[in-house]
């Protein structure tokens, strides 16, 4: 469904990914790990139509989304897909609740519908008490679960994680981590999970191992 | 003499016969290889003998013949000093993983890549078997988890410097 | 101390350069404006200190604007004083240093517009400049101390959003303090025992000063409130958002719109003035003053947007990573200009001329009332404007905020 083909990035002189090539099929569950600097993050940008790769194409559904103009890859990345920072980047001016309600809000859905909606993916995440509080007031752990929540609401067809559980500790990552499996399993979301943790790897279907921008020989099947 | 440990242990509670501690014991410590019920009553047999467990009562309720084992003064004593007994830590390395790679040395790359694939793709089955396991088979796989995954970053750390070396 | 003032001085970002300039030149112009206020009022001559006593208030938004540029880059200041802390600077010694910033650079930008002056007015007495320099540098060294006060109490964890403070009883003593100086000084007139005739203009001056300050302090409050009504009803993404972070930070919000609210206060309370009494000439130049104002109010938000575009940073670029457009996330920014400004202009528009209705009464014509309006709903529309107008300009410093491609 969503696929990478001989993607390439540079930073200044740096080769931050080298003719990578990957395909992650619906409802599929792919780990990208390596050691720092090998290239994760990049490449999830790239799949995820953040940062436009260099070489190299990118398709869903096989359509190209790589090169498309702006505002379509906006709305594509709107539509079809959902992100999970390690810091959750969520508002913080917002309760929980509204943070959850925003990308509903800015598909033009109705207040009271994308609050409800927002409201009914906080109970799924098991966060519904803190629904009212500001993102300052939760804890690193409940943050994740509100940015999981985010990222799913819109049902999107991929969910990309990069290191949702850095910030946390062994727990609070499982809770985390088992909360994003189910739920985007539940909605057949395929996720790409960034991690260099070896036991958060293992919540995926499969590993993708980078090492200096390349995928690592033998691993990738 | 670990098992020996392991039964008092569960004999504070109230005396069981061998049966039941075999039960318990393949509950309780999920992940551990199952106990053999030869080996349940030789340990029990060895207890008694130290005088760390005595036979509290033999039962005969139409079936075959059932021995009930209390724990002893003693017993509780010497299971109070192991539970308080730091584990030392271990002095050598001894794991084949090891010494595969200490003898290869830079042509354990290969070897080590393919070792990564066998352990992620058991910490894998570990992971799934948490989301619906018992709190014991929990604990269980994250202790199981966590030497996987220590092994796993020495790969990772080994890999990095056979690297190095290369690039030196 | 100075070593160290030094040191940092060489390893200035490029904002805070900006910032330099700004406080060196707002102390520039404020200098000016006070030297030239303090050589009319000397006229003997009503006209003329009218002109006066409206340049020397004009100084007020002008300091407001050094105070606000102060804060400028205070993200990157916040994170220095604190690691200065940790590197065992005394609080003391981080306010001194902070005020050794600000004073040195009003005591440049001050000397220069003292000179500016000098040279333009070789003829007049010239005794009031260094008075006026001294006056400049000491405040510009007050606010320097007083910019990194967060930083100051807590070296750990620097406070980046302090909390939400309503409005307390000392900014009511304030606005009663400064209304109570003002009439009493338009009741008695002439007849003061000190300062001899001008005495009243010194307390109506004073009073005004006073009041100013109380509303700016007020409109935080004013702020929230409108902020807080908008949230709860807001259908669109951008309106609740723009909505709660107004609400989120008032203060910042009332901070920079201080200037504009005089601007907007002035301008009502000149246009109520000029349906009353025909000074012409000392009107045109205070319409002129005015559009100085309404300049500095606009650099006022720009300080104040740039500001803010580096707190929203993160959250604003995990949006577009998430599809939202940025377009969208330019019309939170002009929301909230249009949430924050709204209240407070149309608050200081009125004031401005009930402030003059009300110490006229007695011969203030109902005729003149439309005039009066009229020019207080253009004050109030052009405060408006100038929110929106740098909320829109400020599209591309978002669309570098936003950019994904610098971070690896």
Known sequence: MLEGRGLGKSFGRTRALDDVSLTISEGEVVAVTGPSGAGKSTLLHCL???????????????????????????????????????????????TAVENVALPLL???????????????????????????????????????????????????????????????????????MSALISAARAGRAAVVL???????????????????????????? | MTTGHVLLGFLVERAKHGYELKKEHDHRLAGAKPLAYGQVYATLQRLERDGLAEVAETQQEGGPERTLYAITADGKAELERWLNAVEPSAPFVASPLFARVAVAGKDAD??????????????????????????????????????????????????????????? | MITVSRMLNRGRSRAERVRAWLVAAGAAVATFLVCTAVRLADFEDEGGSLTGLALALLAVPVAGLVHQANRLASATRERRLAALRLAGAAP???????????????????????????????????????????????????SGARAGRHVVASPLGVVRRARVRGPRVRDLILFGAGVGLFVLGAVVKGGFPFVGKYGSGVVMAAGLVLLLFGVTLAATWVVRACARRVGRRARLAEALLAARLVEADPRAWARALSVVSLTVFFGAMAGAQQAMVGYWQAHALVDVALLVALVTSAVALVVHQAEELIDLRRSFSALAASGVPESSLSGVLVRQAVIAASPVCVVAAVSGVAVVVVTTLDVYQVQWLGWAAGRAVVMAGVGVLAAVLVALAARPLLRGALSTDVRA
């Open chain 1, 48 to 94: 995820a139509g953040v940062v436009r790769p260099e070489a190299g194409e990118v398709l869903l559904d096989g359509r190209r989304i790589d090169s498309l103009p702006e505002p379509e890859s906006t709305k594509v990345r709107r539509e079809s897909f959902g992100v999970v920072f390690q810091f959750g980047e969520l508002v913080p001016e917002l």
């Open chain 1, 106 to 176: 800015f598909s033009r859905r109705g207040r009271q519908e994308a609050m409800t909606a927002a409201a009914e993916w906080l109970a799924r995440l098991e966060v519904s008490d803190c629904a009212d509080q500001r993102i300052g007031e939760l804890s690193g752990g409940q943050r994740q679960r509100v940015a999981v929540a985010r990222a799913l609401v819109t049902g999107p067809r991929v969910v990309f994680a990069d290191e949702p559980t850095g910030a946390l500790d062994t727990i609070g990552g499982e809770q985390v």
């Open chain 1, 194 to 221: 960034v991690t260099h943790d070896n036991r958060v790897a293992a919540y995926a279907d499969r590993e993708v191992a980078l090492r200096d921008g390349s995928v690592l020989a033998g691993v990738q099947r």
């Open chain 2, 110 to 168: 290969g070897f080590l890549v393919l070792q990564r694939e066998a352990h992620l793709a058991r910490m894998r089955e570990l992971t799934a078997e948490k989301a619906s396991g018992s709190p014991a088979q929990v604990l269980a796989a994250d202790y199981a988890l966590h030497h996987l995954d220590a092994d796993l970053r020495w790969i990772e750390t080994a890999l990095a410097r056979m690297k190095e070396h290369d690039d030196a």
């Open chain 3, 92 to 142: 003391g010694d981080v306010r001194w240093l902070g005020a050794l910033e600000g004073g040195v650079l009003a005591l440049v930008g001050s000397s220069g517009g003292g000179v500016i002056y000098v040279l333009t007015h070789l003829s007049g007495p010239l005794l009031p400049v260094p008075v006026v320099v001294a006056l400049v540098t000491l405040g510009g060294g007050v």
